[in-house]
């Protein structure tokens, strides 16, 4: 059974479209994140949410929008898609935020591409 | 700023050791953590430093001084599957990961 599901692993899209970017973990986890890999393979964390409240938020453009239904579930909804949004994108959840020994189990990435 | 720094690329013999260096700049620091990435996958997790000293788990050890701010990752007898990029990232005292570029590691027959 896979512990962190994101989907879809692949998007193509034009500029200007709206998109989403679903995930799920099975794990009883608390914490979730959304972090941005782009081509220079920096991990950037985008957002974080422990037990379906927003704990992190880092300087991320408005058109883009987390959402968690619940503390298994984080969604990454994408407004008016740029040329530079194109990286992979990952879902990953730990036991909780605010530790120093927080593993993280990744989800396998979702590449979206903004043609 | 807070910042990680690791070297961009090395390359190694299958069967040989290579060691990996992190150096890094935080504001304080709550643990370090080593995951390896296969190209076009998920970052899994190796190992956890938080005090001084080796911590040996298998073929991989990595090691923490956090008085130099250093830690490098140690791989035995090494294996083509071992080819991957290796991110260092590094806790602060907000309990934020900064995370370093990572080393894409070559192994070579």
């Known amino acids: 059974d896979t512990a962190v599901s994101q989907t879809p692993k692949y998007l193509v899209t034009q500029m200007g479209n709206d998109k989403s970017i679903k995930c799920e973990q099975n794990l009883g986890h608390d914490t979730m994140y959304w972090y941005k890999q782009d081509s220079k393979k920096f991990l950037k964390i985008m957002f974080s949410y422990n037990n379906k409240e927003l704990i992190i938020n880092e300087t991320v453009p408005n058109r883009f929008s987390p959402k968690s239904p619940d503390k298994a579930h984080l969604n990454l909804h994408i407004n008016s898609l740029e040329l530079g949004d194109s990286a992979v994108y990952f879902c990953?959840?730990?036991?909780?935020?605010?530790?120093?020994?927080?593993?993280?189990?990744f989800g396998a990435g979702s590449r979206l591409t903004v043609l | 700023g807070q910042n990680i720094d690791q070297p961009t690329e090395m390359t190694a013999t299958e069967g040989a050791i290579v060691q990996i260096n992190c150096t890094y700049q935080?504001?304080?620091?709550?643990?370090l953590f080593w995951y390896q990435q296969h190209a076009g996958e998920a970052p899994t997790f190796l190992s956890y430093?938080?005090l001084d000293g080796l911590e040996e788990k298998g073929r991989f050890s990595s090691f923490l001084s956090r008085s130099k701010g250093y830690s490098y990752l140690l791989l035995k007898e090494l294996q083509m599957k071992d080819s991957a990029s290796y991110l260092c990232a590094v806790t602060n005292s907000n309990y934020q990961l900064i995370w370093g570029a990572g080393t894409k590691l070559i192994i070579k027959p």
């Open positions: 935080t504001s304080g620091f709550n643990g």
């Open positions: 430093n938080v």
């Open positions: 990953a959840s730990s036991l909780a935020g605010f530790s120093g020994a927080n593993v993280l189990t």
